[in-house]
């Protein structure tokens, strides 16, 4: 079966799962009205601001009712609670786990692949070890392409029937090391500002600690003299919204392999608002550069390699942006954009509550 017959089948059973599990529950009306804990979907990331939700048709999207989400009132996506363990991170995927002999170019073994049906980032650091093509496994984020094409080191997959959770087996080799790192879109943002940069690492360093760093991602306003005013900023119909991107290390040692991916909801079958990548400018480390992105225009994803970031270093990039939504009214679905930075896990770095960012866009008449 072709990969566009495949992705054009996605939805429906997805959808057939829902009804399941919802019966008669009415997907929630566009006004500041708390819906029935029935019509949230659990994610990765109790967030209590806003939530996943089926808002039209069976498609996703994000309402926010700020402060009044609570943890566990919530239902799974599938009838069988199902999920991956990726990184730690129990992502919900959005239908069954996949077996095929040979979906993706690259592979020459059969192997899984998995859908993710929430909004999140993850990115692979192992470098290969014994073992490491026993089992093939992709990822595929919640537009339904591919995030990681094979991750490496899987030895054997395992699935608990019980709770609904499968997991990937590493190979000896993988050792202890975290390589792959996982962040939820929908997980509530880390206070940026809660005191100086590095204080917390500093305060009781003798001298004798390693210096270890700590990337964070922020948005700023579009000329990058001030942080965004909260995380919803506004677009009137048909137009659009720019912003800044600031990836800074913000801790005391080199980040090394420094990466930053972007994700924006494209499936139009199974997310809603959609949002047009309408150009990204690279600022470079001082914010005086002009030059286009090598990628995050158009059908491009963003995907940029940074190599190392010195302590007090950044990047910044200017994005601009459309959400594809028409409704304006005070309970309409958000469109979600969120950025992730990673680095090699080889060094620790201590805090990652920062390390993604997710921003909502709010369509108003004007």
Known sequence: MSRDRKRAMGPMPWRCLFVLVLGCALSPAFAQVLPAPSD?????????????????????????????????????????????????????????????????????????SVVLAEPALCEDYFAGGAGEATWNFAIEDANGEVMIEN???????????????SRPVMVASYGSTPWL????????????????????MSLFANGFEALLPNLQVEFLTATGDAPLASDVIEQAIGGEV???????????????????????????????????????????????????????????????????????????FLMTRRSGTTDTGPGQ????????????????EPDLADNSRALHIRVVDE
């Not at 790192?181 to 917390?200: I, M, Q, V, W, Y």
């Open 151 to 165: 991750l490496r080191g899987v030895a054997a997959f395992r699935h608990a029937v019980t709770s609904g959770v």
């Open 40 to 112: 949230r979907l659990c994610t990765a990331g109790f967030n209590p601001d806003y939530g996943w939700f089926d808002v039209d048709a069976g498609r996703l999207g994000v309402l926010a009712f700020p402060g009044l989400l609570h943890q566990g009132q919530c239902i799974d996506i599938t009838s069988a609670p199902l999920k991956v363990n990726l990184g730690g991170m129990l992502l919900p995927l959005s239908s069954e786990i996949r077996y095929s002999h040979y979906p993706y170019p690259t592979w020459a073994a059969p192997g899984l």
């Open 333 to 348: 679905p958000l469109a979600l954009v969120q950025v992730a930075v990673f680095a090699d896990p080889a060094v620790t």
């Open 181 to 200: 790192r996982c962040f939820s879109g929908l997980t509530a943002n880390a206070d940026l500002h809660p005191g100086e940069p590095g204080e917390s």
């Open 242 to 316: 720019s912003y800044l991107v600031r990836i800074r290390n913000v801790g005391e040692g080199d980040a090394y392999g420094v990466r930053v991916r972007e994700f924006v909801p494209e499936a139009t079958a199974l997310l809603m608002p959609t949002v047009t990548r309408v150009a990204c400018i690279d600022k470079g480390s001082d914010g005086s550069g002009n030059a286009a992105c090598t990628n995050g225009m158009g059908a491009a994803a963003f995907r940029q390699t940074l190599g190392s970031l010195a302590p007090g270093e950044q990047r910044d």
